[in-house]
Structures are given as C-alpha cells and as structure tokens.
C-alpha cells in the first residue's frame, strides 16, 4: 500500500536519490531549478511503500511576474519501478490540495501540457511569463486556485521567501488530515 504524507528531515537523502534516478544530474540545470536552490519548499510531500520512498513532490514560493504570489510545483519524482500505478497522480491531486488549503492562489510548472491537463493546468495564463533561462513557453503552465490570480501576471518568474512557517504547518496539517 502506498502511503503519501509531508516530507520529514530524515527523507532527504532518498529524495535525492529518487530524483538523481529520475532525471539524473540534468535536473541541476533546469531553469526551476534556479527558482528552488537554497531554499525550503512551501509543499513537500512524498509516497512511501513498506518504509521505502518512492514518490516526491515540492512546491515552491514564487512571483509570477511584477506581484502575483504563486507556487512552483517540481519537481515530481515517482521510482521507475512504482510508475503507472497512479503513485504521481495521487501526488498532484494531494498537493494541489494542499496548496489550495495553505491560502495558495495558483500553483505554476514547467512540463508535459498532456500530462498535467488532467489536474487543470494550462498555459492559458502563462503567456506573459518567463522563466530565468532557456525553456519552451508551451511547457510553463498554470493552475489558478482562486480565479483571476494570474489575470495580470506578467515577466520573469521569480524566487521568494516561503511564507511564514504557520502557511507550512497549515499546509502539513491539510495533507495529514487527508490521509
């Protein structure tokens, strides 16, 4: 049985081996991957089966542009071999959550529109956004939890404080209670 709870201090070092299989050392040069860097995530969450982590996901504080607060979701990790049992899904719908719980507006990614269209994220709003570095403009999607977050956002994307440790907590106790 999978299990999907908050990440815990003690899971670092599997996350990171879990995403270095996953997308191996590419993943250091990716444009979120600026956005992320010395930084504590805002969600993270991961999915366990027997003791073993085999999924992850973070979400990151940004500004979509001049002032509109945002997350940053990524990366998403499930083990090769835990993929295609819905391990990655249940992951998006439970940050999601709790990112809509936290008092998030809208949650940004960069990544497959096929994939993420299942969760509602398109790049509809995202057309006057920019990443820092090279990336493809049909891969920077969004999902706004409260409508119009997005409706004047515009420039670069960038990296913010995370919110005070109260949103985290809340955030944690959203996915607690949904488990």
């Avoid at 996350?15 to 996953?22: F, K, Q, S």
């Avoid at 250091?28 to 969600?43: C, T």
């Avoid at 809509?100 to 940004?108: E, K, P, S």
């Avoid at 939890?145 to 956002?153: F, H, I, Q, T």
């Amino acid at each position: 049985m999978t299990f999907i709870r908050s990440e815990r201090p003690p899971d670092t070092a599997a996350r990171e081996a879990l995403l270095d299989v996953a997308y191996g050392a590419g993943r250091f040069i990716k444009p979120s991957q600026r956005l992320r860097e010395g930084r504590e995530a805002a969600v993270a969450l991961v999915a366990t089966e027997q003791g073993r982590l085999v999924g992850s996901v973070r979400l990151w504080p940004v500004a979509a542009g001049a002032s509109q607060s945002a997350l940053l979701l990524g990366p998403l990790a499930v083990h090769p071999d835990c993929r295609r049992r819905g391990i990655g899904a249940a992951l998006m719908r439970r940050a999601i959550r709790a990112a809509r719980d936290a008092g998030h507006a809208a949650v940004l990614l960069v990544g497959d529109a096929a994939y993420y269209a299942r969760f509602g994220f398109t790049a509809a709003k995202t057309t006057a956004l920019k990443m820092p570095g090279p990336f493809d403009p049909a891969r920077l999607l969004a999902l706004e939890l409260v409508p119009g977050a997005l409706d004047r956002a515009h420039g670069l994307v960038r990296a913010v404080a995370p919110r005070r440790s109260a949103r985290r907590v809340a955030a944690d106790t959203a996915v607690a209670k949904a488990a």
